[in-house]
Nanobody, 128 residues
């Protein structure tokens, strides 16, 4: 079982920014796709962003202008920068990691069923 430890999150106002981080001790971290998901109360877990081992990224169209995912393979960390936050962004955010091959498709990276390793989740609350 891979351990992913998240940090960041909190309570902010609409229009503010937040940065979430995800740390792991994975020896072969660069071979893992890292994704971020979020889950609001009463809703299904939703795909937010993903980054391949070599650094290319994928976002749903509704978030690509405000969210940026990045990673540092040497430090074995991944981050999610969220700008211009909106109340509808309020949710528990999770990072996840999986070995999906060197060039997983966008569709593959966004499929939460393929991720077996998850962070503990961190609450992001955006007030109007």
């Amino acid at each position: 079982q891979v351990q992913l430890v998240q940090s960041g999150g909190g309570l902010v106002q609409a229009g503010d920014s937040l940065r979430l981080s995800c740390e792991t001790s994975l020896r072969t971290f660069s071979m893992y796709t890292v994704a971020w998901f979020r889950q609001a109360p009463g809703k299904e877990r939703q795909f937010v962003a993903a980054i391949r081992g070599a650094g290319s990224t994928y976002y749903p169209a509704s978030l690509k202008d405000r969210f940026i995912v990045s990673r540092d393979n040497d430090q074995k960390t991944a981050s999610l920068q969220m700008d211009n936050l909106k109340p509808e962004d309020t949710a528990v955010y999770y990072c996840a990691a999986a070995q999906l091959g060197r060039y997983p498709t966008d569709h593959t990276m966004g499929d939460k069923r393929l991720y077996r390793n998850w962070g503990q989740g961190t609450q992001v609350t955006v007030s109007a």
